[in-house]
């Protein structure tokens, strides 16, 4: 036994997170289910630090020092089960399984539940950044024991992104919190992408632009207070040209979003909480619209023109325009990230995880596709208690948010006028404004609940609940508890 580490799994990320821990000086033992993986990893990369390939899953366990620590980067589900069983199977009480796999939640509380029973350390940890970040350095979200944390830290920390020179890795909390985060970073990496999305579709569909001057204002836009990783990609990608045809890249691409799954999750979870994430909602279903291929192609061909998406402006205008535009992605970006906590807020109390906000934020800095400037600001309002009630109550997201406002609007009334679709820019300022509705005609929702099925309300001015006997002569009013 000479490994200190293990990965089991060597696709994509798997292969990626091994060799940045040979890098930084950890002995690590590999296996994959077929070999060839394994082969290709040492053949390939085998002089970047010190590798023990293993042939089967028992080579592999042997190779590990005691206590062991082995992580697994295999297709989430049954895959990830199964080897968890088998290498639960081989290991000892005391021995550390780290799940580093896209695991739904739910599946690392059983999962977590299942190996402590046997004495062993299982953690399920959330890695973002793709397979650049697995190498280069991810954002790492273990959730597991105390025990686990403290003899994992030093080698998640060796592995992880640096932020101002701090480690991208914090311990989130027990059993199911670090995946619980990671899915939310998840959905709210869904909203980021959309917006960007709707905002360079005004641009294009609205303002007439080429994606080459779409992808120059991006460029300039990450000089501001939307730097962050997607906003830089996304001028990288609108520059691109088609090798085949000399067209933009992004005009040959089939406009049809993939997912694979973390968006609804994120969204189901929120509706079994109760807690509106409106912005990442629109946005997966946005993904589920652009899968309808040949119905948008019948509905925009066969029956609704619709009005004219050109809006026709002068050069101040556009110019103006344009910033109106930034805003309105400042103001729904802030307003997708500030439903996320709600979210991993509301999961917390639920699971009892204490999980540290001002932490997150501080952890999605770097190596995450969700890095942003504004995380800072994000990590500061939590710490210092000003987001308590709501990161929107912070002076900073207030203030941003109050600039932003009036350009929101213009940008949303817009694109209902023109037909340009913005699910995301329209249901995030409809949350603020139903936020910021001291009285909402949810009242009359309540009557009509009393009405046709006895749900009883409750009134403004008087505790308890009442009931109207809608069929009775009268309609009187009856109190039905105090
Ligand atoms: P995949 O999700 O494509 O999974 C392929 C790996 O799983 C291969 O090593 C494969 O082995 C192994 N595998 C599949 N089924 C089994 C099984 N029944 N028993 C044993 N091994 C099995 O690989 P990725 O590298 O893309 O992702 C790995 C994990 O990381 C996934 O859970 C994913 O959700 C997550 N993740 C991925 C990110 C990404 O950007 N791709 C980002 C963050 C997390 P074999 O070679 O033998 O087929």
């Not at 290498?87 to 399984?97: F, H, R, S, T, W």
């Not at 959330?126 to 397979?131: C, F, R």
């Not at 909203?191 to 300039?220: C, H, K, N, T, W």
């Not at 691409?253 to 990442?280: E, F, N, R, Y």
Request: charged letters at 25%; one cysteine or more.
């Amino acid at each position: 036994a000479q490994a200190n580490v293990g990965v089991v799994g060597l696709a994509a990320m798997g292969a990626s997170l091994a060799r940045n821990l040979a890098r930084h000086g950890n002995k690590v033992a590999v296996f994959n289910r077929s070999y060839a993986r394994t082969e290709h990893l040492i053949d390939n990369y085998g002089d970047e630090g010190t590798f023990y390939p293993a042939k089967t899953v028992q080579e592999f366990v042997a190779s590990l020092e005691r206590p062991r620590t082995a992580i697994i980067m295999v297709k989430a589900g049954e895959p990830t089960d199964d080897v968890i069983n088998e290498l639960a199977d081989l290991m000892e009480p005391g021995d550390i399984i780290v799940d580093g796999g896209n695991a739904f939640y739910q599946d690392t509380i059983r999962r977590e539940k299942e190996m402590s029973a046997r004495g062993i350390h299982f953690v399920g940890m959330g890695v973002s950044g793709g397979e650049e970040g697995a190498l280069l350095g991810p954002s790492l979200m273990p959730g597991g024991s105390d025990e686990s944390w403290e003899r994992l830290k030093p080698i998640l920390e060796s592995i992880a992104a640096k932020a101002e020179g701090e480690p991208c890795v914090t311990h989130i909390g027990p059993n199911g919190a670090g995946h619980f985060v990671k899915m939310v970073h998840n959905g709210i990496e869904y909203s980021d992408m959309q917006l960007i999305a709707e905002s360079y579709d005004l641009m294009r569909r609205g303002l007439g632009m080429s994606p080459d001057q779409i992808g120059d204002v991006f460029q300039e836009w990450n000089g501001t207070e939307l730097n962050s990783y997607l906003i830089e990609i996304t001028a990288e990608v609108l520059h691109k040209k088609d090798e085949k045809t000399g067209q933009p890249l992004v005009d040959v691409i089939l406009d049809h979003a993939g997912m694979k799954g973390t968006g609804t999750w994120t969204v189901q979870t929120a509706l079994m909480l109760g807690v509106p994430v409106t912005g990442i909602a629109e946005a997966v279903f946005a993904r589920g619209l652009s899968s309808e291929i040949e119905l948008r192609d019948e509905a925009a061909k066969q029956h609704f023109a619709g009005p004219q998406a050109l809006i026709e402006l002068g050069d101040d205008e556009r110019k103006a325009f344009i910033d109106d535009i930034r805003h309105a992605l400042y103001a729904s970006k802030i307003i997708a990230y500030a439903q996320g906590f709600n979210e991993i807020t509301a999961a917390g109390k639920v699971y009892d995880w204490h999980i540290d906000l001002a932490a997150v934020a501080r952890i999605w800095r770097a190596g995450c596709i969700i890095r942003a400037e504004f995380l800072d600001r994000i990590s500061e309002s939590f710490e210092t208690g000003q987001a308590d009630v709501l990161l929107l109550f912070a002076p900073y997201f207030k203030k941003a948010i109050e600039e932003c406002e009036a350009s929101w609007r213009r940008i949303v009334a817009t694109c209902a006028a023109h037909g340009i679709p913005d699910p995301v820019f329209a249901s995030s300022l409809a949350y603020f404004d139903g936020l910021r509705s001291t009285r909402l005609p949810a009242s009359l929702i309540q009557g009509q609940r009393d009405l046709f099925g006895a749900h009883t309300y409750q009134r403004v001015d008087e505790p308890g609940s009442f009931h109207i006997l809608w069929a009775e002569p009268g309609q009187e009013e009856i109190q039905t508890s105090k």
